[in-house]
């Protein structure tokens, strides 16, 4: 006999897709051809805090100054994990990043 409740406190399946401009770009079903896709791969700066109340204010803004952010992380696809610990802090998860000079 199959469970009554299956499906409490999770998000309902979901398939990716994207836009094409036109329905043969659709066919060859390339993200890359289409012009809403945007890939996010390549080096981005960043700036490591050891605590939320450390995170600069405004720092989401477009507008916002990172020139003087040191940090690089290469992001490729999926990858998320790499070579350069970050220091524990009590009650935190730990996981390593890879900084690109």
């Known amino acids: 006999m199959p469970p ?5 406190n999770k998000e309902a399946p979901r398939a990716t897709s994207l ?3 036109s329905p043969e770009l659709a066919i060859d079903d390339e993200y890359a051809t289409s012009p809403y896709f945007l890939s996010l791969d390549g080096k ?7 605590k939320v109340a450390d995170i600069p204010d ?3 803004r477009e507008d916002y100054d990172i ?6 992380i ?13 220091p524990r802090q009590k009650y935190s ?3 390593t990043i890879e900084l690109i000079e």
């Open 58 to 60: 405004g720092f989401y």
């Open 74 to 86: 290469e992001f490729m696809g999926r990858q998320s994990v790499s070579q350069v610990p970050i």
């Open 67 to 72: 020139s003087q952010w040191s940090g690089r």
């Open 93 to 95: 998860y730990s996981y």
């Open 44 to 50: 981005w700066k960043f700036r490591w805090v050891p």
């Open 19 to 21: 836009s094409y401009s």
């Open 4 to 8: 009554l409740i299956f499906a409490v």
